[in-house]
């Protein structure tokens, strides 16, 4: 009786705990819900701000600032080892505004402060008011924007591939660009890209074969091999057009590595490296206009190359979020490539005064001076630098394609024409 009656005490006991258990793990599930829940509803209310503030402030730019909207994150797709393709989408389920194909976008976070950083990336799908989709390699090189920067271990690459999943928020600009395929354009195509170059050549390669399917499109595609051959599948099955031409290239494949995927795939593949005089052996290649994207030394050699065939110079056109081919390093004028005099910079929002010594661009002194200036492109191109000067003037060191505001000035290749003020 003794032993059954402590038995029965001992299950009792192990009852009572094991109730207190399940009641604890449900009390911290619970509490572990309701604050994901809040934390939920904290974020999708910064992010409604933010979008009433992007929709107030987009609906009518003023001094020819881009719109910035929040969109949402649709759907990933792992496009090659290294590059992921993102699709936006309105978050209340409306249209996206057209686009011309060839340009793109700015991305930054979406709940980032004024002076985050900002990535171009080019739209990688043809015109639809359904989707934006953009296509993003995940770089290597740490994209740092200031000492404080808290993503310095990375830059905004690597943060989209380790952070972003379906169903998240990014602010987003644009699109934008200058390097795109105009509408009215009927000439034949040659696409030249080297690597995550391809983006934009998708787009166009798609909206051409969609509005002009009579027109003559060749896209010469450089990659590594077929793991890092971003969209690539994807293109080749549009040789199925009759106006279509794909042919890829691979550096570090061999002919017979090659020979045994070229059954998988519509069009040509090819082991090595093209040229730019077999870019011109496409069909109808002397009366095309060409259109390059890819590294900067990469474009530089194959423009000439294609000079060097007899392509007009007018029919050749690129993009570029670094510098740019070498002989369109040059100022925008005379006063500034002289201007060498140490002026004095004052960053009027952050308070602080620096001296410029004729070495670096505005955005340049101020990141070393830790005042945070939003960057892209940084090479004059997407605009995203813009400052408004209040005192003094400046040169920039390449002519300006974008049309600026009153008093206003890329930061990324503005140099001072002596003491300045910047409202930064």
């Known amino acids: 009786m003794l032993l059954a009656s402590a038995g029965l005490v001992l299950v009792s006991i192990a009852g009572v705990t094991a109730t207190r258990t399940t009641l604890h793990v449900a009390r911290n599930r619970r509490l572990g819900l309701a604050e994901r829940n809040s934390r939920v509803r904290d974020l999708r209310n910064k992010v409604e701000l ?31 080892d290294d590059c992921r393709s993102y699709y936006l989408v309105d978050p209340y389920g409306g249209e996206l505004p057209g686009f011309q194909p060839g340009q ?4 930054r976070p979406a ?96 909206w051409s074969l969609e509005h002009t399917p ?14 890092h051959w971003p969209l690539g599948s994807h293109l080749h099955q549009w040789q199925a057009f009759p106006a279509a031409n794909v ?24 082991p090595g490296r093209f040229t730019g005089q077999m870019a011109t052996a496409m069909p109808r290649g002397n009366e095309a206009d060409y259109f390059l994207c890819g590294p900067d030394a990469w474009m530089t050699a194959i423009r000439s190359q294609l000079v060097d065939s007899g392509i007009p110079a007018e029919q050749i056109h690129w993009e570029s979020f670094g510098a ?30 620096a001296q410029w010594q004729g070495s670096q661009s505005l955005w340049e ?47 990324c290749i503005a140099v001072p024409n002596g003491d300045v003020v910047v409202d930064a």
Request: negative net charge.
């Open 50 to 80: 933010a979008r009433l503030q992007s929709s107030l402030s987009s609906s009518e730019p003023a001094d020819g600032q881009l719109p910035w909207r929040v969109l949402e994150v649709a759907e990933i797709v792992q496009e090659s």
């Open 104 to 107: 793109y976008l700015m991305l």
């Open 111 to 206: 709940l980032a402060g004024s002076y985050q950083t900002t990535r171009c990336y080019s739209l990688s799908s043809a015109p639809d008011p359904r989707f934006w989709r953009v296509t993003v390699k995940r770089e290597a090189a740490p994209d740092v924007v200031s000492s404080r920067s808290p993503r310095r271990q990375g830059g905004l690459s690597a943060w989209l591939h380790d952070t972003i999943q379906a169903g998240d928020y990014l602010m987003v600009g644009g699109p934008a660009g200058q390097f795109y395929l105009p509408e009215g354009n009927q000439q034949p195509l040659v696409l030249l890209a080297a690597g995550i170059g391809v983006t934009p050549m998708c787009s166009m390669l798609r």
């Open 214 to 227: 009579d027109r003559q499109v060749s896209l010469l595609f450089q990659a590594q091999d077929v793991d």
């Open 247 to 270: 042919v890829s290239y691979f550096s570090r494949m061999e002919a017979n590595e090659v020979a045994q995927i070229q059954g998988d795939h519509l069009g040509t593949l090819q």
């Open 324 to 353: 740019a081919p070498s002989e369109q390093k040059t100022r925008a004028n005379g006063e500034a490539q002289n201007n060498s005099s140490p002026a004095c910079v004052r960053f009027a929002h952050s308070d602080i005064d």
């Open 365 to 411: 002194l101020a990141r070393e001076n830790s005042v945070e200036i939003p960057s892209g492109c940084l090479n004059g191109v997407c605009g995203c630098c813009r400052v408004r000067l209040l005192q003094g003037s400046v040169s920039h060191e390449k002519p300006v394609a974008l049309e600026l505001g009153q008093n206003e000035c890329l930061s």
